[in-house]
């Protein structure tokens, strides 16, 4: 990329069940994908939490995050992320404890403070445990305390966990995690590959109001970047069809399984439901090289973002890897 500062590559997988597939099939998917892209040199794979949704295979995200680590080397592997408030501290420090003495120096634990799903499946994840997006900021402190290590006379122990420093992401789609990120010195992921339009006064706040910390002296940034590369500008188009349909799917509040593309769906839409899948996707890159390069190289002029964390839903397995090869191929070659 031509720019002074070409961002790192990473990925985030919520493990798509397609149409005429099934969850084992999406499984199998998201193990060929990480091999796939550690292969090609990225950073990082994560995860994400969802659930009650037919069509995401990633709810037990502590799960999925431990087999990819056993089916790849040395590529990172995380949560992008764990909703906190689905789940008490000690019970996370726990799993990603567990998994940092499995797989040393590889695991990265994501934070959000969104339920990541509607209010009846938050209702049984929690029980009888109250908890608001409000409790965010202390129990991501009581999770850093939980994984640092153990203090004399400290009665609360995370057994796997403490000691092990599982590295904390805050992740975020508005302004208040990009300060509470900032306040704590954490690294901080936006998550523009769904939500774009707080891009950038987040990052600009985050990067206003970052303060050193013991694990980062100064700010790193992390932005969602949805892409499609293709050997055409027109095939991307097709083959991105199928996000466009996931899309308007979570829109019109019917979401379902991932399905085949479908030549001319955007063109076929009426005007208001074009540009709400627009916006939705505004920060995503779709063509052939060139265009991969050249949308990638604004994006890191425009937000000088130290990573982008790509999310490609191609429908056909062998073609999302392609992609990502031609994606990797236009970021080097730029």
């Known amino acids: 990329m031509t720019t002074n500062h070409t961002p790192v590559l990473s990925m985030l997988d919520l493990v798509a069940v397609r149409e005429g597939g099934s969850v084992g099939d999406a499984l199998a998917i998201a193990v060929r994908t990480a091999q796939h892209v550690e292969s090609l040199g990225f950073k990082r794979y994560w995860l994400a939490e969802h659930h009650n949704m037919p069509g995401i295979a990633s709810s037990a995200t502590a799960v999925l995050v431990g087999h990819i680590a056993g089916s790849t080397s040395h590529i990172r592997v995380g949560s992008g992320g764990v ?27 994501g934070l959000g403070r969104a339920p990541g799903t509607d209010g009846a499946t938050m209702r049984a994840l929690r029980r009888d445990r109250v908890e608001t997006e409000a409790d965010f900021p202390r129990d991501v402190a009581e999770l850093q305390q939980l994984l640092a290590p153990a203090q004399p006379g400290q009665r609360l122990i995370a057994t796997p966990g403490a000691g092990t420093q599982v590295p904390l992401w805050l992740l975020g789609s508005s302004l208040f995690s990009a300060q509470l990120a900032a306040h704590m010195g954490l690294p901080y992921a936006f998550a523009s590959h769904f939500a774009p339009r707080l891009l950038q006064p987040a990052l600009q706040l985050y990067r206003e109001l970052f303060r050193p910390s013991a694990v980062l002296h100064k700010p790193y940034v992390m932005i969602g970047v949805p892409v499609i590369a293709a050997p055409t500008d027109e095939e991307a188009e097709y083959l991105a069809s199928s996000t466009y349909q996931r899309v308007l799917g979570i829109l019109t509040g019917q979401r379902g399984l991932l399905r085949p593309p479908v030549e001319g769906f955007l063109q076929g839409l009426p005007a208001p439901e074009r540009a709400a899948i627009g916006d939705f996707l505004a920060m995503g890159v779709v063509g052939g090289p060139d265009t991969v390069r050249a949308g990638l190289q604004a994006l890191a002029r425009d937000t000088r973002a130290d990573e982008f964390m790509l999310v490609s839903d191609v429908f056909d ?3 999302r890897l392609r992609s990502l090869t031609l994606t990797a191929q236009a970021t080097i070659a730029g």
């Open 83 to 109: 909703m906190l408030p689905n789940h008490a501290p000690l019970v996370v420090a726990e799993a990603f404890g567990t998994l940092a003495e499995l797989y040393p120096g590889r695991i990265d634990l």
């Open 317 to 319: 397995p062998a073609l």
